[in-house]
């Protein structure tokens, strides 16, 4: 089974800061999603990445997948209380499964 | 349209009780997919259905089994209850199979005291 480290695990900044975390594997993706959760509830999906060296932008949050998509990241611009989670991102597993990162739990304070 | 469900939303068992969770998918969806997430962790997958069979499963013991339904609901058993079980458990669903985009429920949270 492939592995997907994220960084950093925890992530207290200010409102308004800029942020970036990142989802590191040493095996190679057929694709990539990020989710965030929020206390009490499932995952929800923000974007899939599926070329390498792709850049997928969401309001004021930017996703990038590696050009050989062994890894990606999320920047948010900006930060605002209601981007407080826990962002997730997970890799295909050739056709079959989603492996996830243990996840960075971010806290932007007002 | 109607997320994926899950029910019941709080379950709390004793050790050694069996435990059973359900979800229903978006409608259209074929294949459900299990995860356990203990707290402080990320999901770990448990299993995956598809047109009614078991597709794939995680590393997990037997005594953690389901079932998908001819209307693609699922249900996960969970046997001899230990008190590491304790987790929240998603169900998510996805249209056709393998690794597409997966839909979440919102979890059930199992308490084994």
């Known amino acids: 089974t492939q592995l997907l480290e994220q960084s950093p695990q925890f992530l207290s900044i200010q409102e308004g800061e800029n942020l970036t975390v990142y989802c590191n594997s040493s095996?190679?993706?057929?694709?990539l999603q990020w989710y965030r959760q929020e206390p009490g509830e499932g995952p929800v999906l923000l974007v899939t990445v599926v070329t390498g060296g792709e850049v997928k932008k969401l309001k004021r949050l930017t996703f990038q997948f590696g050009d050989a998509r062994k890894d990606s990241s999320l920047h948010i611009t900006a930060a605002q209380p209601g981007d407080t989670g826990l962002y997730l991102c997970?890799?295909?597993?050739?056709?079959?499964?989603?492996?996830f990162g243990q996840g960075t739990r971010l806290t932007i304070n007002p | 349209e109607a997320g994926v469900t899950q029910s019941p939303t709080h379950l709390i068992k004793t050790r050694g009780q069996q435990a059973t969770l359900r979800c229903s998918p978006i409608?259209?969806?074929?294949?459900v997919y299990w995860y356990q997430q203990a707290l402080g962790l990320g999901l770990q997958f448990l299993l995956w259905y598809d047109e009614g069979e078991e597709r794939n499963r995680g590393n997990f013991p037997p005594r953690f089994s389901g079932r998908q339904f001819p209307n693609y609901s699922s249900e996960l058993n969970v046997n001899a209850l230990e008190l590491e079980d304790s987790a929240l458990y998603l169900c998510?669903?996805?249209f056709g199979s393998g690794g597409r985009e997966q839909y979440f429920g919102p979890g059930t949270r199992l308490t084994v005291t």
């Open positions: 095996s190679v993706f057929s694709s």
């Open positions: 997970a890799g295909v597993e050739g056709a079959q499964k989603l492996v």
């Open positions: 409608s259209g969806h074929t294949s």
């Open positions: 998510a669903s996805s």
